[in-house]
C-alpha cells in the first residue's frame, strides 16, 4: 500500500541546479526511488557531465541539460529538447539559487535584481512552460525551493529573503491555479544544511557553528540526504491533495524562539 503511494517508477524528473549541494542531494533521493533524472545546471558542461555521471554510478537514469534558469528563450528551447528526448516531464523541482550577502544600505541594484531574477523569477519561467505539458496530461508534480529566510529576516541577507520569501506567494498562486488540472505545486524550505561550502565553518568552536548548533532543536546541521523524504512525499501520489504548502526540513527551527544562552 504505501509503496504503490510513494512509488515513482519511471517518471521523469527535471531537478534545476542538481550539479551539486542540496539540488543533488534531492535528485539522488529521486533517483534511488526509480525517477529518471533531468540534471540542469548553467556554469558549465563539464559540471553537469560529471554529475550526470555520479548519478549514473549510483544506478540511476540521467541525462543533463545546460541552461539559464533565468532565460526564458533557453528554458523554452530546454523544455522541448528534454520532452523529446528524454520525455514528458512529470516532476519538476525549482531548486537552482543563489545568494549574495551584503548589506541593503551597501547593496547595488543591479545585484539585488540578479538575485531576484534566479531565485523567484525563474522559478516562475521554468513552471511556466514546463506546467503546459502537465495540464495538458492532467498530471504533475512542481516543488519550489524556499528557505527558512522565506519566514525570517537575517543581517546581510535581504536580497536572498525577500525573493524567498516571494517563493512562498508564487507556490501558493500556482497552487490555487493549477490545482484543478491534478498538477500540485509545494514547497520545501531546507533549513541549514552540511554541504561542502558551509564545510570551513562548520567546526567547533567556530561561531557560526555554535549559533546554528544551539539555535537548532535537534542541535545538529541538516544531512542533505535529511531532503529526500520530503522530495520523495511531494513528487508521489502521497501527496496528491496537497497543493500549496511549504514544507520545512529545518530541524525544527521555524518551531521555536531560542533559549537565552544560559539555558540548558
Ligand atoms: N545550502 C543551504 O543550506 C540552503 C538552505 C536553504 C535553502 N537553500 C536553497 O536550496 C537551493 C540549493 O542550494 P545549494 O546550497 O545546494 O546551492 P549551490 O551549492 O550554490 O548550488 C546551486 C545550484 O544552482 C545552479 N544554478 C545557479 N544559477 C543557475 C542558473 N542561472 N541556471 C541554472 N542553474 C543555476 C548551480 O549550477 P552550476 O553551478 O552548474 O551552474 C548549482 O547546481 C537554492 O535554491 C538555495 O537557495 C539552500
Not at 549541494?21 to 533524472?37: F, H, P, R
Not at 522541448?80 to 548589506?103: F, H, Q, S, W, Y
Not at 522565506?150 to 536580497?159: D, F, I, K, M, Q
Request: aromatic letters at 6%.
Amino acid at each position: 500500500m504505501s509503496q504503490t503511494l510513494f512509488d515513482i517508477t519511471g517518471k521523469v524528473a527535471l531537478v534545476t541546479g542538481a550539479t551539486h549541494g542540496l539540488g543533488m542531494a534531492m535528485a539522488m533521493g529521486l533517483g534511488k526511488s526509480g525517477a529518471t533524472i533531468v540534471v540542469n545546471g548553467n556554469s558549465s558542461q563539464e559540471k553537469i557531465d560529471n554529475a550526470v555521471a555520479a548519478y549514473q554510478k549510483e544506478g540511476i537514469t540521467a541525462f543533463g541539460y545546460k541552461f539559464n534558469v533565468a532565460d526564458e528563450t533557453q528554458v523554452i528551447a530546454s523544455i522541448k529538447k528534454i520532452e523529446e528526448e528524454v520525455g514528458a516531464i512529470d516532476i519538476l523541482v525549482n531548486n537552482a539559487g543563489i545568494i549574495k550577502r551584503t548589506p541593503l544600505v551597501d547593496m547595488e541594484v543591479a545585484d539585488f535584481k540578479q538575485v531576484i531574477d534566479i531565485d523567484l523569477v525563474s522559478p516562475f519561467i521554468v513552471s511556466k512552460h514546463v506546467v503546459k505539458g502537465m495540464i495538458a496530461r492532467k498530471a504533475g508534480k512542481i516543488i519550489n525551493i524556499c528557505s527558512m529566510m522565506s519566514e525570517l529576516g537575517r543581517n546581510t541577507v535581504g536580497a536572498y529573503a525577500a525573493a524567498k520569501g516571494g517563493l512562498v506567494m508564487l507556490t501558493k498562486n500556482m497552487a490555487t491555479e493549477w490545482a484543478r488540472f491534478n498538477v500540485q505545486v509545494n514547497g520545501i524550505g531546507p533549513g541549514y544544511f552540511a554541504t561542502s561550502q558551509t564545510a570551513p565553518i562548520r567546526v567547533d568552536g567556530h561561531p557560526f557553528n555554535d549559533f546554528i548548533v544551539n539555535r537548532t532543536p535537534a542541535k545538529k546541521w541538516g544531512d542533505p540526504n535529511d531532503l529526500a523524504g520530503a522530495t520523495i512525499f511531494l513528487s508521489s501520489k502521497a501527496s496528491d491533495f496537497v497543493n500549496g504548502h511549504i514544507l520545512y526540513v529545518d530541524g525544527g527551527i521555524l518551531a521555536t524562539i531560542g533559549k537565552p544562552s544560559n539555558e540548558e
